[in-house]
């Protein structure tokens, strides 16, 4: 993949600015950057507060894929930025929570947050990737409501790295995870994830709009990235939506 930075002071959403450069024709691998966003959002309109400090960016995508496939964009950008934080940083604490949270020590310090747009004909016109990264941000950058529960990276792991470095080194775990898998299919992307992931074998809520619709042990993720649950009466239920608390 070839990698065109776009790089900006201050953005509403990095995502809906690489909407906007997908749909005039942005190529593949067009990335653009955003210093802070104004209204940065994340899963289910949530607000992603995005102060300096933080690396907030979209990738733009255009595979020549069955759409059923696409979801494994998010696990892929998943196992991309793990893999970098982990090599850059020096440290085996990060781990991937079903299906996009990047955790260090039990904290977030990563958000993905992907759409996919089909043309007329229902093919891939582009994929958006979009990921936060709590790199330099200090306690008091923490919205209230996730103070306890997200973490950010430099001062955790009392390293230095500047958003730049972190970029470059996701954006190099991207570009040859990317190119794999779609010489390859999704056997290299999810290996790499069931390696990385906290998630497979633990006992999870799995909520929609903050409501519990069903509690069990996480026995896989599937090819198209759902999870698969099995609970305590033995019925097993697949989600490709929605999110989990770990137990
Ligand atoms: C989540 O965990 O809810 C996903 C958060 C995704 C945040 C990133 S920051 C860059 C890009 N621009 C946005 O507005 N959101 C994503």
New binding site residues.
């Given amino acids: 993949m070839k990698i065109q930075l776009r790089k900006f002071d201050v953005l509403k ?3 809906e600015t690489a909407v906007a450069m997908a749909q005039e024709g942005a190529p593949e691998g067009t990335v653009i950057v955003a210093a802070r ?1 104004k209204g ?4 289910m309109q ?1 607000v ?1 507060s ?1 102060p300096l400090g933080g690396l ?3 990738v733009i995508l255009r595979p020549q894929i069955d759409p059923q496939f696409a979801a494994q964009i998010t696990l892929l950008a998943g196992v991309a930025v793990a893999k970098a934080v982990r090599r850059l940083y020096d440290t085996e604490s990060v781990q991937i929570k079903w299906p ?2 990047l955790l260090l020590d039990g904290k977030k310090i990563c ?3 992907s759409e996919l747009q089909l043309d007329e004909n229902g093919i891939i016109d582009y994929a958006i990737v ?3 990264v709590n790199v330099a941000l200090s306690d008091a950058d923490f919205p209230a409501e996730v103070a306890a529960t997200a973490a950010s990276l430099n001062a955790s792991l009392h390293k230095d790295f500047t958003c730049d470095q972190v970029l470059a080194a996701i954006m190099e775990d991207f570009g040859i995870l990317y190119d794999k898998w779609l010489l390859l299919g999704a056997d290299v992307v999810m290996k790499e994830w069931q390696k990385l992931n906290c998630t497979v074998g633990r006992h999870v809520l799995v909520k929609d709009n903050d409501q519990v619709i069903f509690a069990g042990t996480v026995t896989a993720v599937d090819e198209e990235g759902a999870i698969i649950v099995r609970n305590e009466q033995g019925i097993i239920q697949s989600f490709n939506f929605g999110e989990i608390s770990i137990r």
Wanted: no cysteine.
């Fill in positions: 959403s990095t995502n966003q940065g959002h994340g899963r949530r992603w995005s907030w960016f979209t996009n949270d958000g993905i947050l979009g990921i936060g």
